[in-house]
């Protein structure tokens, strides 16, 4: 590819494409960095250039504008110790660790200088957010370049970030440079870091990272210099040079994503795997200091689930692309590092010491957030849920398959938690600041499961046949442009033919619970009239089953008036019949059956469990000795 088509193919990538769904008027933020820094491995420090371009794509003038300083989290007394040590259920990783460090392990992002367009330009540091005083304004349409001298210390590891992790790694080099805040409708998101979610503008990275040339670094990137540094980036044919000295440079370049991790350690092993027809893979991680690390009698297995990895990876991938959209990268990594699992948008950090299944689980759950933290980019801070819920919904079907586990629906294990989370009477809203909820259990709830249990639960509304060609099809339309949740129901709406705003409103923005059951069956002539509660504050449509003792099967199928329109028959081989429609304001529905009670079995709401109904206790009726 030329020069000139190159950066064509850039600059198309950031003009918003037409799409059906696509919100009127819409616009965001570019942004191109390119970074050179040196890292001292004795000390943990390293000093940092970074040139930013930024481009104001918005209506507005920027009057200011703000830099997230993540490292300064990681000091006592800062936001993320206090929340840390402060709430109910902390995170077993922090705790009141970040508390109890010294000088020496500590993490902090100094800024020693920054112009604007070649001015030096005054800033205003509290804790992870500084605030740039702008020489001059930057209009709509204009370009303005950022030029910064920085220093840093890598914390101990805490929360995605640090060195010296507990299996061993050296370095995990995430959130490690100051980095501009996203500006979107709604303004500057100049949200302080207390440990969870993230939100930024779409761009290129390009960086240059000088270190000791005893050190492996691996990337969420594309290595741009393999014959200077080897070490497995290399192809059969390519002679490698190192230049000489005590460091060497790894050149790592990214196109249109909004962040880039790396790593670094002594002791990595690499390997690589091709999916074919996608993204060539690249796995990290040690091998003879996992003796040093694990127990002794667990050191062989360890080794043998990372040799394993590679195809199950391949296997994902090829699951994804198929059912969820094209992955869009020309490679993705898997890194040993970080304190669990940390997606970033071309590869991953997880911890490396686990049993197959944990491993491959926690690989596939970060490799999926490719999909959705990585390429749509949805507002993390305000609407986690769509990232975080729907990564654990397609997660349930990738591990079903790869691991022919043979279930028939591996998402209805997740209700359990909503139930006990409900039961318990702390559940709190899914669209709220991922800041401010009450406790780490009803942020998990909210974002993870409630949000895996929204798209599922969505395939009981519309049939889960039309839900994969929404999901799809939301993937295609609005890949690097940042949806939100109505952007998705919109889709959703369009594909189905069925209004859903209400849907949206009853599950994501309240805490309003289902709860149906069958109040009654009375004979009524020939016939059987069945008395139907709405007990819970969300109306649902149902789908009510009935087995008659000949061993016949009716599926009633009762939409709501609201939604003005249906689902189709998602079981052909079953007759269904269409009930009238139920107006939600009436707490009770009466439906005729043209069959005696007596030649009635069993009745059950909603057979195929995906409605979250709290209490499944009064939704099957059987008949006497049955």
């Not at 300083?69 to 077993?92: E, G």
């Not at 009436?586 to 195929?608: A, G, V």
Request: charged share 25%; hydrophobic share 35%; glycine share 8%.
């Amino acid at each position: 590819m030329t020069g000139a088509a190159a950066l064509f193919l850039c600059l198309s990538l950031f003009v918003p494409q037409p799409a059906d769904a696509q919100r009127a008027g819409y616009w965001q933020q570019e942004v191109e960095y390119v970074m050179e820094i040196d890292m001292d491995v004795e000390t943990n420090r390293f000093t940092g250039f970074q040139e930013l371009t930024y481009h104001n794509n918005s209506p507005d003038t920027l009057n200011r504008v703000f830099y997230h300083l993540f490292f300064n989290a990681f000091q006592p007394n800062s936001m993320m110790d206090k929340r840390s040590r402060t709430i109910a259920d902390p995170d077993s990783r922090v705790r009141d660790r970040i508390y109890h460090y010294d000088e020496t392990e500590i993490g902090y992002q100094k800024i020693d200088r920054l112009k604007q367009n070649g001015t030096e330009v005054d800033f205003t540091v509290k804790g992870t957010i500084m605030e740039v005083h702008l020489h001059e304004p930057i209009a709509p349409g204009e370009k303005v370049v950022f030029e910064m001298d920085f220093n840093a210390q890598v914390p101990l590891q805490t929360r995605r970030s640090g060195r010296d992790n507990a299996e061993g790694i050296r370095f995990s080099m995430a959130q490690w440079y100051p980095k501009i805040a996203a500006y979107d409708e709604m303004g500057w998101h100049a949200n302080p870091y207390i440990g969870r979610e993230f939100y930024a503008p779409f761009g290129t990275f390009d960086i240059k990272i000088h270190i000791d040339r005893s050190y492996v670094v691996a990337s969420g990137s594309i290595l741009q210099n393999p014959e200077e540094v080897g070490y497995g980036y290399e192809t059969p044919d390519m002679q490698v040079q190192r230049p000489n000295g005590d460091k060497l440079t790894w050149h790592f370049r990214a196109e249109n994503v909004h962040d880039v991790m790396w790593a670094a350690d002594p002791d990595y092993t690499h390997v690589t795997a091709q999916v074919p027809g996608g993204p060539l893979l690249r796995f990290f991680y040690q091998t003879d200091p996992v003796a040093q690390n694990a127990p002794e009698e667990r050191q062989g297995q360890l080794l043998a689930n990372w040799e394993a990895l590679p195809e199950y990876t391949i296997n994902a991938f090829q699951y994804m692309n198929e059912h969820y959209g094209e992955y869009p990268y020309d490679e993705y990594i898997v890194i040993q590092g970080g304190d669990g699992g940390m997606e970033y948008t071309m590869g991953t950090l997880i911890t490396g010491n686990r049993n197959l299944r944990s491993l491959v689980g926690v690989t596939v759950h970060e490799l999926i957030h490719a999909w959705y933290e990585g390429v749509l980019a949805n507002n993390e801070v305000y609407d986690q849920w769509i990232d975080e819920g729907f990564t654990v919904y397609a997660s349930a079907f990738v591990m079903n398959h790869i691991f022919e586990d043979g279930v028939d629906d591996p998402m209805l294990p997740r209700y359990n938690s909503y139930y006990q989370v409900v039961n318990a009477g702390i559940e709190e809203p899914m669209h709220k600041h991922s800041d401010h909820y009450i406790t780490n259990t009803a942020y998990g709830m909210a974002s993870y499961t409630k949000g895996a249990i929204f798209l599922h639960q969505l395939g009981y509304i519309i049939g889960d046949d039309v839900l994969q060609r929404v999901l799809l099809q939301f993937y295609n339309e609005w890949k690097f442009k940042h949806p939100n949740g109505q952007d998705f129901i919109r889709i959703a709406e369009r594909e189905s033919g069925i209004d859903l705003k209400w849907y949206y409103e009853y599950w994501v923005t309240t805490t309003k619970t289902i709860d149906y059951g069958i109040s009654d069956i009375a004979d009524n002539g020939s016939g059987t009239l069945v008395t139907l509660e709405r007990i819970g504050h969300m109306p649902m449509p149902i789908d009510l089953e009935v087995e008659f003792t000949d061993g016949s099967v009716v599926h009633y199928y009762i939409p709501m008036r609201i939604m003005w329109g249906q689902k189709e028959n998602e079981f052909s081989g079953i007759e269904r019949v269409v009930s009238d429609d139920w107006p939600w304001v009436f707490p009770e529905y009466e439906l005729s059956i043209d069959r005696p009670k007596s030649e009635i079995k069993r009745i059950e709401i909603d057979p195929t469990r995906r409605m979250a109904d709290i209490d499944r206790d009064n939704n099957v009726w059987e008949h006497p000795g049955s």
